[in-house]
Nanobody, 123 residues
Framework: QVQLVESGGGLVQAGGSLRLSCAAS????MGWFRQAPGKEREFVAA????????NVAASGKGRFTISRDNAKETVYLQMNSLKPEDTAVYYC????????????????????WGQGTQVTVSS
């Protein structure tokens, strides 16, 4: 059983930064997703187990960076130049199995999910 615990959310003004952390055990690819009220869960970023393959959604390109420190069993999402439309609950997720360098934008590809952390960006 993989347990995921997110932290680092909060209230920030537009243009500010936050770094989300996800403590995760297991040698799996990881993803970040977000869900705003009344909207579907959407892909934010993903990273392979070794960290050599990453992908960031178009909405976050140039502003968001995903990284991981496997020695600390932690995945990070650095979010800069935040906008009010980034307001959502952010979830980290772990792949169903060891996947090498493969990552995915599909929530269905991920098996384990954290409880989420709220990010609110004020204008």
């Amino acid at each position: 059983q993989v347990q995921l615990v997110e932290s680092g959310g909060g209230l920030v003004q537009a243009g500010g930064s936050l770094r989300l952390s996800c403590a995760a055990s297991g040698r799996y690819a990881m993803g970040w997703f977000r869900q705003a009220p009344g909207k579907e869960r959407e892909f934010v970023a993903a990273i392979s187990w070794g960290g050599g393959n990453t992908n960031v959604a178009a909405s976050g390109k140039g502003r968001f960076t995903i990284s991981r420190d496997n020695a600390k069993e932690t995945v990070y999402l650095q979010m800069n130049s935040l906008k009010p439309e980034d307001t959502a609950v952010y979830y980290c997720a772990s792949a169903r199995a060891a996947s090498g360098s493969t990552i995915s934008e599909s929530p269905a590809w991920y098996r384990y999910w954290g409880q989420g952390t709220q990010v609110t960006v004020s204008s």
